[in-house]
């Protein structure tokens, strides 16, 4: 059985940090490309950023460059989200998703999410 | 400036057909695969289409969609009340060089 589960979210002032984590079961991970996708509360989707599973090439909603960082470490399976100069816009359940590919550029589909974990960001 | 464009809502009595257009352009739909994504109140989206009709396993055959030129559309046939949920579609846009969603499509069973 595929799981995703996210974790570090919670409450935090506008300009500070955060650092999302995504830990994975069932996927061979290190294979897969893996995105960060978010909803701000009653609002569509926005894909965040993402990351290709072979050579790590990275990409990110122009929304989030320059502020966000995305990672993984194959060895643990797992995908991360370091998120600095939180803005109050920033305020959304952020879902860990896996493609379809190993290539976070192309025609892939996102085939797993995890349950989601509210950021929010409020003074 | 890239968009896929949906209605907010759309409905229809048990047993109807139901059908969500998306609107696209050049850069995403035109030029990629269509997904589309089912995202029960409360829970985490789904995927429910990919390569413009493909099904994965577990979604019932009353889900059908296509994709023509910069347009994409979902029909759900035999509209059943678990079907309530928004309606995503989404393709890679090669402007903004990541993936888009549309907005959604809210689907009410009256």
């Known amino acids: 059985e595929v799981q995703l589960v996210e974790s570090g979210g919670g409450s935090v002032q506008p300009g500070r940090s955060l650092r999302l984590s995504c830990a994975t079961s069932g996927i061979t991970f290190d294979i897969y490309a893996m995105h960060w996708v978010r909803q701000a509360p009653g609002k569509g989707l926005e894909w965040v950023s993402g990351i290709s599973g072979y050579n790590h090439d990275i990409g990110y909603a122009d929304s989030v460059r320059g502020r966000f960082a995305i990672s993984r470490d194959n060895t643990k399976n797992s995908l991360y989200l370091q998120m600095n100069s939180l803005r109050t816009e920033d305020t959304a359940f952020y879902y860990c998703?896996?493609?379809?590919?190993?290539?976070?550029?192309?025609?892939?589909?996102?085939?797993?999410w995890g349950q989601g974990i509210l950021v929010t960001v409020s003074s | 400036q890239s968009i896929l464009s949906l209605p907010p809502s759309a409905s229809g009595t048990p047993g109807q057909r139901v059908t969500i257009a998306c609107s696209g352009s050049s850069s995403n739909i035109g030029s990629n695969t269509v997904n589309w994504y089912q995202q029960v109140p409360g829970k985490a989206p789904k995927l429910l289409i990919y390569r413009n009709n493909q099904r994965p396993s577990g979604v019932p055959d009353r889900f059908s969609a296509s994709r023509s030129g910069t347009s994409a559309s979902l029909a759900i046939s035999g509209l059943q009340s678990e079907d309530e949920a928004h309606y995503y579609c989404a393709a890679w846009d090669d402007s903004l060089n990541g993936p888009l969603f549309g907005e959604g499509t809210k689907v009410t069973v009256l």
């Open positions: 998703v896996k493609s379809s590919g190993s290539y976070f550029q192309g025609n892939y589909h996102f085939d797993y």
